[in-house]
């Protein structure tokens, strides 16, 4: 399993309800329900992926978080985990504000945009950027709403929302982040996972 | 010999008030079986057929030697699998394949009921067959599934009775029937009212049948069941057996001769006042109802996990009605399953070789069963 997933799988206590937003093929939930909880679900829009994790034995509702998040009652999970998908949104305010709603706790992670490979990338060859993490084209890419590290903590300050823990991966290294060494961070870093709270 | 003769039936004596108020006891109930009941008694699916369906869903059927219905769901290591699953299926009340129905004999008068039937409900069908529970002596259901008005039954089962089943498959249908559906139905009750030997729904007495008005229900409503992309896919605008239009009103084009054929074969199996009453039961599903409009209320108590399923061409049933339900047990943090998939069969889709569908069946109730 990737070291992002074991980051989000060691701030989840056990027994507890969790909402996997974009559950892809069920990895990580998989994960969670054989060791934290039983009570997981997950809301994932594809098809195929959706198959993947009813073989896989896990609860999942095929749909568009954009619109399918609503029906989730509020207060009803005390985690929701949103991985690598907030960029793809058309309103991403909207779906972070539905997490907040649905989960006492939501864990969100990024791909980082102002991470230094990404700027050097821009900044030299002068095209959008496409590395390991961001590996699709312009005209490809499922991304509609890049952000950096410090975007997405200047949202989170500029919202009020309750943001209790920052950690940053590089290379399979975990490292927190903190407001004397944010502007390190959202350059040294490939992926920011943020722990958040009304 | 009648030709219902050699099929199972338990004459059930518990009385049941149907929703009209009317009293039925000793009324029979036909079924069928398929696998074995394990000893645990945990092993014991029971399948509700559709609109025009009947308790032979796999296998062969005895009265029409046709496959049964749901045949690519049921079977030796199909998606409801015969090797490890005991699968029950049984008639609804008001049907015509032995089950009591407007075609039974009413034993006072020795001729057949007819339109003296009570008017059921799907509420009413689910509480007949909560009956072959005790017949087997199953405690719980590990599954109860079904499509279209199957599905629906589903629901009002789990609804009814909210722990007799481990796990439900609700598949393509709806908790509450569209007027769009009602009008399809009204469409075909009126084409059989409207054939010369309905006689009011007494033509049994007369020995007679109003096949034409039945076979038109059927043209009508099969078109309901496909899409329009499947049909244009098959049809187009092939032409029967002929270079060119004739002119006429004879059946010139593939589509035509196909519907008078589905037409044509149906009248010989089914019951033409059987089609008003079970349509009726239809039309009249709403389970929301009776709980202030409120789905979520309807499960309240329930512990069944579900796992609904649509098909992305169905307009009869479609995904935002399947989804309605969805919502609504999500609302009570059911443990709630979803899946659409993709098809242009239409409605139909769930009678058909799908593997998508079988696939996540399958893994479903197996997942489940161990568990």
């Known amino acids: ?198 | 010999m009648n030709k219902f003769d050699n099929i199972k039936k338990i004459i059930i004596n518990k009385s049941l008030k149907l929703d009209c108020g009317v009293t039925i006891s000793n009324y029979p109930l036909a079924y069928e079986t398929y696998g074995n009941l394990n000893q645990n008694k945990d092993n014991a699916i029971m399948v509700f057929h559709a609109l025009t369906g009947d308790q032979f869903a796999s296998g062969k059927n005895p009265v029409t030697s046709k496959d049964g219905w749901w045949s690519y769901v049921i079977g030796p290591d199909k998606a409801l699998d015969t090797n490890k699953y005991f699968i029950i299926c049984a008639n609804v009340i008001g049907g015509c394949m032995g089950s009591y129905g407007p075609s039974s004999v009413d034993e006072k008068s020795g001729k057949k009921i007819g339109i003296n039937f009570p008017v059921i409900t799907i509420n009413d069908m689910v509480n007949a067959q909560i009956n072959l529970l005790d017949h087997f002596n199953i405690k719980k259901l590990l599954c109860v599934t079904g499509g279209s008005m199957g599905g629906m039954q589903v629901l009002q089962f789990v609804a009814s009775y909210p722990d007799k089943s481990k796990i439900a498959i609700p598949i393509a249908c709806s908790a509450s029937h569209s007027a769009q559906n009602i009008a399809f139905n009204e469409l075909g009750r009126q084409a059989i009212m409207a054939d010369e030997n309905w006689k009011n729904g007494n033509y049994e007495l007369e020995n007679i049948s109003p096949s034409k008005g039945l076979s038109v229900a059927r043209m009508a409503a099969h078109i309901t069941y496909l899409s329009k992309k499947g049909l244009q896919e098959k049809f187009g605008r092939k032409l029967q057996e002929r270079d060119k239009i004739k002119f006429g009103f004879d059946a010139d084009f593939q589509i035509e001769s196909y519907l008078r054929y589905q037409g044509s074969i149906f009248v010989d199996r089914f019951d033409a006042n059987s089609y008003l009453y079970i349509t009726r039961a239809m039309d009249y599903f709403d389970l929301a109802k009776n709980f202030d409009g409120n789905l979520s209320k309807v499960f309240k108590n329930s512990k069944t996990k579900f796992l609904i399923i649509s098909f992305t061409s169905d307009w009869l049933y479609p995904t935002a009605e399947n989804r309605e339900i969805v919502i609504a047990l999500n609302a009570l943090n059911a443990d709630v399953g979803f899946l659409e998939v993709k098809s242009d069969k239409g409605h139909d889709s769930f009678l058909l070789d799908i593997p998508d569908f079988l696939n996540a069946m399958k893994n479903f109730v197996d997942n489940s069963h161990k568990k």
């Not at chain 1, 992002?4 to 996997?20: G, P, R």
């Not at chain 1, 990580?28 to 329900?33: A, E, G, H, P, S």
């Not at chain 1, 060859?125 to 490809?140: A, F, I, R």
Request: charged letters at 20%; one cysteine or more.
């Open chain 1, 1 to 198: 399993m990737k070291e992002e997933f074991k980051i989000i799988a060691s701030s989840i206590q056990k027994n507890k309800s969790v909402l996997d937003v974009g559950c892809g093929d069920g990895e990580l939930m998989k994960f969670i329900y054989e060791n934290l909880s039983e009570k997981i679900r997950g809301l994932e829009i594809s098809k195929e992926n959706v198959q993947k994790c009813i073989q896989k034995g896990l609860t999942v509702i095929e749909g568009n978080a954009e619109i399918d998040l609503q029906q989730f009652p509020s207060n009803s999970f005390d985690y929701v985990i949103l991985s690598q998908t907030l960029q793809a949104f058309l309103y991403p305010e909207k779906v972070i504000s539905d997490l907040l709603r649905i989960g006492k706790t939501s864990i969100v992670t990024i791909p980082n945009f102002g991470f230094w490979k990404v700027r050097l990338n821009l900044l030299f060859s002068g095209t959008m950027p496409v590395t390991k993490t961001l590996p699709n084209e312009w005209y490809n890419t499922p991304n509609l709403h890049m952000c950096s590290i410090k975007d997405f903590v200047n949202f989170c300050n500029k919202r009020k929302i309750n943001l209790f823990k920052s950690l940053a991966l590089t290379n399979n290294k975990v490292s927190s982040i903190n407001k004397f060494n944010l502007n390190l961070k959202n350059l040294t870093s490939e992926l920011g996972i943020f722990l958040i709270e009304k």
